[in-house]
């Protein structure tokens, strides 16, 4: 899938909809400092390349989780091939 932002900063809701987070779980990830944020007045905004860097990190986590599973199932004998 391609996303093209139709501008640079997203706020905190379209940034949790892109990573398929909750506003909490992206909150977290503001507060512990994996994503960088700004204010526009009152509002969070997030740069659209920060979410794609972290969308990357997830991406490939969830790769190599589902590879693991599949090594596993392998060796036990699970019937995946």
Known sequence: MTVEPTHD???????ADLLRLSRLQLNKLIETGALPVHRTGKQKRVRFADLMRI???QDR???EAMAELASQGQ???L???
């Open 9 to 15: 900063h997203l706020t905190i809701q379209d940034a």
């Open 75 to 77: 060796e036990l004998q």
């Open 55 to 57: 969308k990357a990190v």
């Open 61 to 63: 986590a969830s790769s």
């Open 79 to 81: 019937g995946y091939e």
